[in-house]
């Protein structure tokens, strides 16, 4: 924190214990997190408690998985939160790929705030229905299952039919738009980004439980030591790496006009223009792994059918045609999130155009942006391949050994880049709070000063 100006370890401190508006956004989060756990813990209505706890393992598994994670065990419980934030997020990428093929759409986009909050209200509308759609199948692929309890097959759901799947549904539907309200209070009250923060509370939170899994397969013997050490080791070497090429950047020379000194002589200001290498962030696999669960959705409306075996054995995680798609669907909205959300050329092309700067060598207007655009295609081919990377390798190491689903690179990549993410936050409001104090101290100083002039007159 020094390096941003912070001062020394006291100065820190003293700036901790006086920034009582980033205590309130801190302990706000902090209750959030709080509800949102023990959203994850109530059961839906009509669901076998006792069957379930002998059925959770199958509910773990392959890219049940996948749900599970993001739901932090909700999923595995079927709790009112089973399904977490991921409607919402699969909304947002149809809206946006909507809207970048549709122009009409695509200028709200161009509008400002207004355009904004239009296109955040359709993707609400469209949370809803796909939030009933999805409680409705996971209610069709729950009702008819079984568990062996004590050696005696007992039903999930003791009354199925049509009133369960309704019931589920809304519940189900009330969960996620809950999780979305709650993510945007987040943003409003809390510190960080809310939709990011919800999921990392629900991919921390069974860590515990994923260590604890793994002591006792090495305990049994079904893991050696070895391995154990293995994943320890290359766990830690994950989140060093994430964490270089997430604070990666590139810098880009950029010059401002000469202007007439004091003493005649001529300055030139000159600065830099940061571009991460990673632009697009942690969004391309959440976007990915929540499409991959679309096709879960529609098998659970005939678990019996060819398709649901089909998905159940060739889309779940260890599988090559599910590695496959997981990978091409990273690369693609790598590029199409910087396309379209992350980063846009022009736009900073005329800023930096208004304001009188260039970059050296690179006429001012078209042939900027067509620099920076070549700039950001070339770093997001970096950024798409690293995050490929850092995902399929452990879904990799799955397929010969029993390690946890939950020690895999997109739960890493999701963890280290919202921790990135949220300190950058707290350092960027500990410095606002710094200058403010700085300037209270000069304009009381100043108040002073005029105060013994107007003594001495």
């Not at 942690?282 to 991959?292: G, K, N, R, T």
Request: charged fraction near 10%.
């Amino acid at each position: 924190m020094a390096t941003l100006g912070l001062g020394n370890q006291s100065e820190v401190a003293d700036l901790l214990a006086k920034a009582k508006n980033l205590h309130s956004r801190v302990l706000f989060v902090l209750m959030a997190f709080v509800i949102y756990r023990l959203g994850t813990h109530i059961p839906l209505p009509g669901v076998d408690v006792v069957a379930l706890a002998s059925f959770q393992s199958h509910l773990q598994s392959g890219l049940f998985g996948l749900f599970n994670m993001f739901s932090g065990g909700a999923f595995s419980r079927m709790a009112v939160f089973a399904l977490n934030i991921m409607p919402y997020i699969t909304a947002s990428i149809i809206i946006q790929l909507l809207a970048a093929s549709y122009p009409s759409l695509g200028e709200l986009r161009k509008e400002g705030e207004v355009g904004r909050r239009k296109l955040n209200q359709y993707t609400r509308y469209l949370t809803v229905v796909l939030a009933l759609v999805q409680g409705f199948g996971l209610a069709s692929g729950i009702q008819h299952q079984t568990a062996n309890v004590g050696g005696e097959l007992m039903p999930l759901v003791a009354n199925p039919g049509l009133a369960f799947q309704l019931q589920t549904a809304l519940t189900i539907c009330a969960g996620s738009l809950f999780m979305m309200w709650l993510g945007e209070q987040i943003n409003t009250r809390g510190i960080g980004n809310g939709i990011s923060l919800l999921i990392f509370a629900g991919i921390v939170a069974e860590f515990p439980k994923t260590f604890m899994r793994i002591f006792e397969l090495a305990r049994t013997g079904s893991l050696s030591e070895l391995i154990v050490l293995g994943i320890v080791i290359g766990a830690v070497a994950a989140i060093l790496f994430i964490v270089f090429m997430e604070t990666a950047i590139r810098k880009v020379a950029i010059q401002y006009p000469k202007r007439q000194g004091m003493f005649g002589n001529i300055n030139t200001d000159s600065n830099h223009l940061p571009l991460k290498l990673n632009l697009a962030g942690v969004i391309p696999p959440i976007f990915a792994s929540a499409l991959l669960m679309v096709p879960v959705t529609l098998a659970s409306y005939a678990p019996q059918s060819a398709w649901a075996q089909f998905v159940g054995q060739y889309l779940s995680p260890g599988h090559s045609i599910y590695l496959v798609v997981f990978v091409a669907m990273i690369i693609f909205f790598s590029y199409f999130y910087v396309a379209t959300v992350s980063f846009n050329p022009q736009e900073t092309a005329e800023n930096l155009k208004k304001q009188g700067a260039f970059i050296p060598g690179i006429r001012p207007g078209e042939s900027t942006a067509k620099y920076l655009d070549e700039l950001a295609t070339r770093l997001t081919t970096i950024g798409a391949l690293y995050l490929a990377f850092v995902c399929a390798v452990p879904d990799l190491l799955h397929r010969d050994t029993t390690i946890p689903f939950y020690i895999g690179g997109t739960s890493l990549l999701i963890i280290v880049s919202v921790t990135i993410d949220t300190v950058a936050r707290i350092q960027s409001a500990l410095i606002a709070q710094k200058y403010e104090s700085l300037l209270k101290r000069a304009g009381g100083k100043g108040a002073g000063v005029g105060l013994l002039a107007g003594r001495r007159k």
